[in-house]
């Protein structure tokens, strides 16, 4: 005698249980089954969104029952996959992604008397936007800088690392963290001089910045107080000589 357990309705999935996707992008989640031969009833399908609130309906996103195909309050840019469900293919597609599509989605298979479940995860994802690079601190030998990169967009967690493009590693001396995008310097000298590449990531895209780093010398302090003195007397002299030519010129104007 068969044992009817062993040959019961069978549903599977080549899709990860969890699926990430970058928003603008199409998804298909895989659904197929496998009816058993036993199963002689009208076949049923339903694709819903599983509530995270276990005391609350899951909601209804498309089935098909009776040969016919429904589409439920929120199943805005989702169908099938197969043109025909009925031939084993159950799969669901949306065609384009939001943030507002993540979610446990659940298909369930129904012909009686077998019936089967299945559960996956989707996670829609925003891509970072371009990031911006900016230097702080100046570009002064022998004093501090640090290098920052931020990207205004982007599902967490973002990724931040900084390299140089064509000057070889960056020095050791320098830090770099990867949560902030920041790069900083605490003793700048021409070894950290060049064109610094900032690349921010997460998982479904990435995106970056370049900037070029100087190292200008200091200006010679010594040399600096010197003219600012030779300029302050020579200005002292100045104002003087002119005292005197307007002195002059009144004892001129008096005399006659």
């Known amino acids: ?14 899709s990860p249980r969890t699926i990430q996707k970058a928003e603008g992008e199409s998804v298909t989640l895989g659904c197929s089954y496998t009816p058993s031969p036993f199963d002689t ?68 298979v129904k012909k009686s008397p077998g019936v089967d479940t299945l559960k996956m995860s989707l996670v829609v994802m925003v891509k970072p936007s371009v990031p911006k690079c900016w230097v702080e601190g100046g570009e002064l030998v022998g004093e501090a800088a640090s ?41 700048h000298s021409l070894s950290f001089a060049g064109i610094y590449i900032c690349e921010v990531n997460n998982a479904v895209g990435s995106e970056r910045c370049r900037i070029n780093l100087k190292a ?7 040399a600096v107080i010197v003219g600012t003195t030779v300029g302050s007397l020579l200005l002292i002299f100045i104002l003087l000589v002119f005292h005197r030519a307007s002195l002059l010129e009144v004892q001129q104007q008096t005399s006659l």
């Open 41 to 108: 009833g009208e076949l049923d399908i339903e694709w819903s969104v599983v509530s995270p609130d276990t005391t609350q309906k899951d909601q209804m996103l498309i089935s098909y029952t009776s040969g016919n195909k429904y589409l439920h309050d929120l199943a805005k840019g989702l169908s099938f996959a197969a043109g025909d469900p009925s031939a084993g293919d159950a799969s669901l597609s949306i065609a384009v992604l939001s943030p507002a599509h993540t979610a446990t989605y659940q298909c369930k």
């Open 216 to 222: 200008n010398k200091s200006p010679n302090r010594a």
């Open 1 to 14: 005698m068969t044992n009817r357990c062993t040959e019961a309705m069978q549903v599977t999935s080549t």
């Open 147 to 187: 290098l920052h990169c931020q990207s205004t967009e982007g599902s967490t967690p973002l990724k931040y690392t900084w390299r140089r493009e064509i000057a070889g590693p960056i020095p050791s001396a320098a830090t770099q963290n990867s949560a902030t995008g920041e790069l900083k310097i605490s003793n």
